[in-house]
DNA sequence: GCAAAAGTGTTTTAGATACACCCATGA
DNA sequence: TCATGGGTGTATCTAAAACACTTTTGC
C-alpha cells in the first residue's frame, strides 16, 4: 500500500496465454514444500519481495477452463507488506490501485478482490493492521492506511480507542515534531502482537460471562 | 448433527495406508469438475448423502508429508446437512461426536476441528443455523442445535431476539401442540433466507451512518 | 390448581460512534 | 496570537445479555 490507495502487486505475463497481461505473481507448487512455503519463495525469487508480515489463503480457484490449456488449480493467498517497503520491484512489475485495477490475466482480478474483501473484514475484528504499517507510526498514519483498505474515512479518535481497548496498540513514549504547518506533536504507537490475532471474538452469541 | 451433539460422518478405510482408520469422506479431483463439484459428488457417490444445505471451503492442506507415498494436497471443505436428514449412511460410515473423534487417518482430525471452528464463527454472524435446521422448527429445537454447535447453552431467549432483530427468522404461525409434561404449544419458525447471508457485516468499524 | 414449557417486557452491560473541547507546536 | 493538527472527555447509540414475568398447555 502507498499512497493512500490499496494497492496490488502484479507482473506482465511474459508468455502466451494472456501474454502482456497484468497477473497476480505465483507458480508451481514443489513436491517438497508445502503452499504457503510455496507462495513466500515465489515471490521472493519472482518479484523480490520478502517481507511479508502476514500471509494466509484466501480460496481455491479450480473452474477447469480458468486457463487455457491444461487444467491448473491455484491456492490463492492474501500476504500483506506494509507501507515503509522499499517499493523496489523489478521490471515488468508493479504496483496497482486495486480500485482500479488493469486487465488482468485468466481469473486474477476476481482473486484480487476476493483478497481485498477478506483484508476488510479481518481490520474489523483482528489486529491485522500490524501488517499493513511501519514498526513505528503515528494515529494519522494509522488511519490513512486503514481507510485506503476499507476505502471509506475511518475517524482518527475512533480507530485510537478501539485498538487501544483492544489491548492491540502500544504506546512508545516517543513522538514525531510536527511539520511546517504546526500542530502537535504526534505520539509514535506500535502493535502490541506481531502475529495476527483475533481480537474481537464473539460479535454475537458469547459464552455466558461466567460471573 | 443428531442428539445434542455435532458430529462428523467419517468412515472407514480398506486400503492401506491406515487401513481400518476413520476418515474424512472425498477423492480425486476430476478434470472437468472443480472443487466444489467434486466434493459433491463424491459425498453423493460415496456415502450416498445429498442433502447438504450449505458446502465452503475451508482450507488447503499440502504439507509435503501428510499422507505416507506420494504427494497429495486435499482442499478441505466444510458441508452442512439439517437435522432432520435420514441417517442411512452405507456399511463401515458412520457420525462420530466431534468432541471425542476416534482416531482419524491422516490429518483428518484437525481438519475436522478447523471445520468446527469455521461453524462457530459462522454462526455468530451470519444466518448458517439455516443449514442446521429444518425447513421448521421451534426456538428450543434451534437452540439446541445452536448450543450443541458452539459448545455451550445459548439462550432460547436471545438467540431468538437476536436473529429476529437481524432479520434471520421468520414465523410462519403454526405451531406444535406440547408433549405429556404440558406446557404452552411452540411456535414454527423458518429461515428467512436459504443461502448462506452475512447478518452482521461490521462488528467494529463500521462506516459512518448518512444521517 | 399446579408444574412445565414458551414467549414477552424491561433492565443492564458493553462496545462502539459522535462531537465538544483541550493541548502543543510553528510561523 | 492564531491556525493547525493531535489527543481526551463525555454523551449517545446500539446490540446483546440477564432476568423477571406472563401465557398456554397437560395432568
Redesign the pocket.
Known amino acids: 500500500m502507498r499512497s493512500g490507495t490499496l494497492q496490488a502487486l502484479l507482473w506482465r505475463r511474459a508468455l502466451e496465454p494472456h501474454l502482456g497481461r497484468w497477473s497476480l505473481p505465483g507458480g508451481r507448487l514443489r513436491h517438497d514444500e508445502d503452499v504457503e512455503t510455496s507462495i513466500r519463495r515465489q515471490l521472493a525469487e519472482k518479484v523480490d519481495l520478502r517481507k511479508l508480515k502476514h500471509v494466509e489463503q484466501l480460496a481455491v480457484f479450480s473452474t477447469p477452463d480458468r486457463v487455457p490449456g491444461p487444467r491448473v488449480v491455484a491456492t490463492a493467498f492474501l500476504g500483506l507488506v506494509p507501507s515503509d517497503v522499499e517499493p523496489t520491484v523489478p521490471e515488468d512489475t508493479s504496483w496497482h490501485t486495486v480500485e482500479q485495477l488493469p486487465r488482468t490475466a485468466f481469473d486474477h482480478g476476481s482473486i484480487t478482490l476476493r483478497a481485498r474483501e477478506r483484508l476488510r473484514s479481518k481490520l474489523?475484528?483482528t489486529n491485522i493492521g500490524f501488517a499493513l504499517a511501519p514498526d513505528l507510526f503515528?494515529?494519522?498514519?494509522l488511519?490513512d492506511l486503514y481507510s485506503a483498505a476499507l476505502g471509506y474515512r475511518?475517524?482518527?479518535?475512533?480507530?485510537?480507542?478501539?485498538l487501544?481497548?483492544?489491548g492491540a496498540l502500544a504506546t512508545t513514549g516517543e513522538?514525531?515534531?510536527?511539520?511546517?504547518?504546526?500542530?502537535?506533536?504526534?505520539?509514535?504507537?506500535t502493535f502490541a502482537e506481531h502475529g495476527m490475532q483475533v481480537?474481537?471474538p464473539?460479535?454475537?452469541?458469547?459464552?455466558?460471562?461466567t460471573?
Do not use: H
Open positions: 474489523s475484528y503515528t494515529i494519522s498514519a488511519r475511518v475517524s482518527a479518535t475512533n480507530l485510537q480507542r478501539v487501544t481497548r483492544r513522538t514525531v515534531p510536527p511539520g511546517r504547518s504546526g500542530g502537535r506533536p504526534a505520539a509514535l504507537f481480537t474481537d464473539f460479535a454475537a452469541f458469547r459464552p455466558p460471562s460471573r
